[in-house]
């Protein structure tokens, strides 16, 4: 295959992550104006972006073993087909029920495009330093369409209704799946043994309801008894996956994999990162709408210096790995994350938006980008080429699963000193000045002073309207400031699991020929 082929194959492979990873970002801009012409409430909002991410997390590893089995590029096909005709069924839907249901559907297409993505690019990019970049573009991409989806997102809501971010996704799809079969060339495992649909089951119940417990702890209570019975259920099914997998002749997933410290670290550092960036992608979207009351579009440009970061240091970070190696780039790309965080945990009603806001951004931007490329690239560099797509689904999984764990966890502590600060000065306003509805609304989110600043004077008593808007966007900042020093602790904590386990040499060419394995 010619230089100029793999390229434009590459092409078509991070066109179709970004419709993927941007997806879900956009529908999070939506979400508001979308719960006033269904009359949803804040639950119900909240599914229609887990449902996606439920399915999504949940059928990566199956949809990762399906492409090494029966081809990357069909597995890929298939799920752009199909995001296509889920997205019509989303932009058609006339109740909340069927736009989750349509949500549900888009994630179990996404995971079968997502994981053949990086597997196709390893097999594409035979050569070490081309397969790093390639990484390197894949990585980028990827945090960058996280990045850009609140700026496209409010430019679909500024001019059109919440069914556009549903209808761009059928034409994009369509082109990307066209061009995918005339350009991107076809790869499986050369060697597949028994199948393995007992492996597959396992692996989708331990994952599905993990993170189906993570998503409703906050509701349920982190300790409920249905959260602990689904924490057991999840434990139990992932004990007998790893029991079954070491002894079936052709698992879904290769549980050596996780022996090799050049695997299972850089997956933990991914997991790490996410976890710190959905967290802080979390509390700056209600820091833009509620403390800054940006509108939609205003917060997509502001957050844009977060997406430039990203797209400038995964690349550069790659090409530094290649020389100083893979250990010294991920630890540093983690400090820089932590300072990141940390100098967002300082950030005050009163702070402007050019100082450590913009500072934190792209600290978390560049940090970010730095641990993911290499890390990824360790991670499939240390998988066979039959095993690219299992590798590539534990590389994906590890980064859903760490990023819907840091909304849960830092949403839930951003939540608790939140409704503690303010849920008492609310309560206490008369239901003529806020209703019910408006009570509970501004109990659980500071965007609610959004509506809360256009209400006419004489709903809210004129001299509390201010003091209360005030106290809403100091509480949430305080909960952000404990939030941040709990990512900032879990950043450093694994520099240093890095640093201290992982290997700081990195071996000549390709890891999985040189036997990384052993290491």
């Given at each position: 295959?010619?230089?100029?082929?793999?390229?434009?194959?590459?092409?078509?492979?991070?066109?179709?992550?970004?419709?993927?990873?941007?997806?879900?970002?956009?529908?999070?801009?939506?979400?508001?104006?979308?719960?006033?012409?269904?009359?949803?409430?804040?639950?119900?909002?909240?599914?229609?972006?887990?449902?996606?991410?439920?399915?999504?997390?949940?059928?990566?590893?199956?949809?990762?073993?399906?492409?090494?089995?029966?081809?990357?590029?069909?597995?890929?096909?298939?799920?752009?087909?199909?995001?296509?005709?889920?997205?019509?069924?989303?932009?058609?839907?006339?109740?909340?029920?069927?736009?989750?249901?349509?949500?549900?559907?888009?994630?179990?297409?996404?995971?079968?495009?997502?994981?053949?993505?990086?597997?196709?690019i390893i097999n594409i990019f035979d050569d070490a330093k081309e397969r790093a970049l390639a990484i390197a573009a894949w990585t980028a991409m990827a945090g960058f369409a996280i990045a850009i989806g609140p700026t496209a997102g409010g430019f679909l809501l500024e001019h059109f209704s919440w069914h556009s971010v549903f209808w761009i996704n059928v034409p994009v799809?369509?082109?990307?799946?066209?061009?995918?079969?005339?350009?991107?060339?076809?790869?499986?495992?050369?060697?597949v043994g028994k199948y393995d649909p007992l492996g597959i089951a396992l692996s989708l119940a331990a994952i599905t309801v993990m993170v189906w417990a993570i998503i409703e702890a906050p509701h349920q209570g982190w300790l409920s008894p249905i959260s602990l019975a689904a924490y057991g259920v999840a434990i139990a099914s992932l004990v007998l996956f790893v029991f079954?997998?070491?002894?079936?002749?052709?698992?879904?997933?290769?549980?050596?994999?996780?022996?090799?410290?050049?695997?299972?670290?850089?997956?933990?550092?991914?997991?790490?990162?996410?976890?710190?960036?959905?967290?802080?992608?979390?509390?700056?979207?209600?820091?833009?709408?509620?403390?800054?009351?940006?509108?939609?579009?205003?917060?997509?440009?502001?957050?844009?210096?977060?997406?430039?970061?990203?797209?400038?240091?995964?690349?550069?970070?790659?090409?530094?790995?290649?020389?100083?190696?893979?250990?010294?780039?991920?630890?540093?790309?983690?400090?820089?994350?932590?300072?990141?965080?940390?100098?967002?945990?300082?950030?005050?009603?009163?702070?402007?938006?050019?100082?450590?806001?913009?500072?934190?951004?792209?600290?978390?931007?560049?940090?970010?980008?730095?641990?993911?490329?290499?890390?990824?690239?360790?991670?499939?560099?240390?998988?066979?080429?039959?095993?690219?797509?299992?590798?590539?689904?534990?590389?994906?999984?590890?980064?859903?699963?760490?990023?819907?764990?840091?909304?849960?966890?830092?949403?839930?502590?951003?939540?608790?000193?939140?409704?503690?600060?303010?849920?008492?000065?609310?309560?206490?306003?008369?239901?003529?000045?806020?209703?019910?509805?408006?009570?509970?609304?501004?109990?659980?989110?500071?965007?609610?002073?959004?509506?809360?600043?256009?209400?006419?004077?004489?709903?809210?008593?004129?001299?509390?309207?201010?003091?209360?808007?005030?106290?809403?966007?100091?509480?949430?900042?305080?909960?952000?400031?404990?939030?941040?020093?709990?990512?900032?602790?879990?950043?450093?904590?694994?520099?240093?699991?890095?640093?201290?386990?992982?290997?700081?040499?990195?071996?000549?060419?390709?890891?999985?020929?040189?036997?990384?394995?052993?290491?």
């Amino acid at each position: 295959m010619s230089s100029r082929k793999r390229w434009l194959a590459l092409s078509v492979i991070c066109a179709a992550e970004l419709l993927v990873v941007l997806d879900n970002t956009v529908v999070n801009m939506a979400l508001p104006s979308l719960g006033v012409q269904l009359h949803a409430n804040i639950s119900g909002l909240q599914w229609v972006v887990d449902a996606y991410t439920l399915t999504f997390a949940g059928l990566l590893l199956a949809f990762g073993h399906l492409g090494d089995r029966y081809g990357r590029r069909t597995v890929m096909a298939v799920g752009l087909a199909g995001i296509a005709v889920m997205s019509i069924g989303g932009a058609l839907a006339a109740d909340l029920g069927q736009v989750i249901a349509a949500r549900a559907a888009m994630g179990v297409c996404a995971a079968a495009v997502f994981p053949a993505t990086l597997a196709l690019i390893i097999n594409i990019f035979d050569d070490a330093k081309e397969r790093a970049l390639a990484i390197a573009a894949w990585t980028a991409m990827a945090g960058f369409a996280i990045a850009i989806g609140p700026t496209a997102g409010g430019f679909l809501l500024e001019h059109f209704s919440w069914h556009s971010v549903f209808w761009i996704n059928v034409p994009v799809a369509l082109i990307v799946l066209v061009a995918a079969l005339m350009l991107v060339p076809e790869s499986k495992a050369s060697h597949v043994g028994k199948y393995d649909p007992l492996g597959i089951a396992l692996s989708l119940a331990a994952i599905t309801v993990m993170v189906w417990a993570i998503i409703e702890a906050p509701h349920q209570g982190w300790l409920s008894p249905i959260s602990l019975a689904a924490y057991g259920v999840a434990i139990a099914s992932l004990v007998l996956f790893v029991f079954w997998e070491l002894r079936h002749p052709s698992p879904v997933l290769d549980m050596q994999l996780f022996r090799i410290r050049r695997f299972s670290l850089p997956a933990l550092s991914i997991a790490i990162a996410y976890f710190s960036m959905f967290g802080f992608l979390f509390m700056i979207t209600q820091y833009f709408q509620g403390v800054m009351e940006l509108s939609p579009l205003q917060f997509g440009i502001h957050s844009l210096p977060f997406a430039v970061a990203i797209a400038v240091g995964a690349p550069l970070a790659t090409v530094i790995a290649q020389r100083v190696g893979t250990t010294s780039v991920i630890v540093f790309g983690l400090v820089v994350m932590s300072i990141g965080m940390f100098v967002a945990g300082q950030v005050k009603v009163e702070t402007p938006y050019v100082g450590p806001v913009l500072i934190s951004m792209v600290l978390m931007g560049l940090g970010l980008a730095i641990v993911q490329g290499p890390a990824t690239e360790s991670i499939m560099s240390s998988v066979s080429l039959d095993e690219a797509g299992a590798g590539s689904a534990v590389n994906d999984t590890t980064r859903e699963v760490g990023g819907t764990l840091g909304v849960a966890v830092l949403g839930s502590i951003v939540a608790s000193i939140y409704t503690t600060k303010v849920g008492p000065r609310i309560d206490a306003l008369p239901d003529a000045v806020m209703n019910p509805y408006q009570k509970s609304f501004a109990r659980e989110t500071v965007i609610s002073v959004i509506e809360i600043a256009k209400a006419p004077t004489n709903s809210i008593f004129a001299s509390q309207k201010s003091e209360l808007i005030y106290a809403m966007k100091a509480a949430s900042l305080e909960g952000f400031q404990l939030a941040s020093y709990i990512t900032v602790g879990a950043s450093l904590a694994c520099a240093l699991a890095v640093g201290f386990f992982l290997p700081w040499s990195r071996p000549e060419g390709d890891g999985v020929l040189l036997g990384w394995r052993s290491k």
